[in-house]
């Protein structure tokens, strides 16, 4: 078999990494989109992927303080790496991003075996506030990074207990 028959036999998908560049504001937690989109790019394995969501949120003049990997989902054509970036509050928004307040969302369920039908992005964010809450409870590097006032904001995101799956009789 050739490298171009070999190919040919499996689906390619691009991987994206997706970043959710997250700042406090005032207590209240607050997402940065670029025309109402997280930021995504193309992303090869040779560089790691704690690097490129770094590099990322430094290319809109934003200070990571911290990046970490939150969920991943299948798109057609694409795999999409999340990244949850915490960053410091800019002084001087870009004028090519906004700023959303987060508000509370329901996670996306799916099943045992498939994923969600659909994720939305306030989902995905949601998601990482969770995780991101329950680092701050079992990571000392994520605890010791955030100050007070956000600790105070992840504690309203308490990671909850497992629900059963859709279709399950649990």
């Keep these: 078999m050739t490298d171009a028959a ?3 036999d499996f689906p390619r998908s691009a ?5 959710l560049p997250l700042s406090l504001v005032d207590g209240v937690i607050r997402l940065l989109l ?25 290319e809109f003049g934003l200070t990571p303080v911290i990046a970490h990997s939150t969920s991943w989902r299948h798109e057609p054509h694409r795999v999409i790496l999340t990244y949850a970036a915490i960053v410091e509050p800019p002084e001087d928004l870009p004028h090519m991003l906004s700023v959303r307040p987060v508000e509370r969302r329901d996670l996306a369920r799916g099943s045992a075996l498939r994923a969600p ?23 000392e590097h994520i605890r010791g990074a955030l100050d ?13 207990p497992f629900r059963p799956f859709e279709g399950s009789s649990a």
């Design 6 to 8: 070999a190919s040919n």
């Design 15 to 19: 991987a994206i990494m997706e970043v």
């Design 34 to 58: 670029l025309a109402d989109m997280p930021l995504q790019v193309g992303w090869h394995a040779e560089v790691h992927p704690n690097e490129v969501a770094c590099r990322l949120v430094a």
């Design 117 to 139: 039908a659909a994720i939305g992005v306030a989902q995905v964010v949601e998601h990482a506030l969770r995780h991101l809450s329950w680092l701050t409870r079992d990571d």
């Design 148 to 160: 007070e006032p956000w600790l105070r904001a992840l504690a309203d995101y308490p990671p909850e």
